[in-house]
């Protein structure tokens, strides 16, 4: 039996925050500080293979397999801004994580490694 899998992934995004220097946005010299904040969301699929289709063309948190989920991994990680992706099962229990390096590499471990460590 195949088993369906869940998509965490996180990402850091810019915010402006204050304003700085003036009386409005519009006045000579005023700026805005900017700060990152981590943001996290579940990936979300067309294919309703997972799950019984309740609406046609609804779609599913869940992705049916390993596979469309490793594949759903690599297109999560187009985004420059994310920074990790996390594969669980429908019962929330992380099983593979991802994790994007300071230089731009992509690694992973196992989520049963921490527990051991």
């Known amino acids: 039996m195949i088993t369906p899998y869940r998509l965490a992934i996180f990402a850091a995004v810019y915010r402006p925050t204050r304003l700085y220097k003036g009386r409005g946005p519009t006045h000579k010299g005023a700026y805005t500080a900017i700060e990152i904040i981590g943001v996290g969301w579940l990936g979300w699929t067309a294919d309703q293979a997972a799950e019984p289709a309740r609406l046609i063309g609804s779609g599913t948190f869940l992705y049916y397999g390993a596979l469309r989920a ?8 187009r985004d420059p801004r994310v920074r ?5 099962t429908n019962q929330d229990c992380a099983v593979l994580i991802y994790n994007r390096q300071p230089d731009g590499r992509v690694t992973h471990y196992r989520a049963d490694e921490l527990e051991r460590a």
């Open 70 to 77: 490793l594949i759903a991994v690599r297109q999560a990680f």
């Open 84 to 88: 990790q992706v996390q594969i669980r």
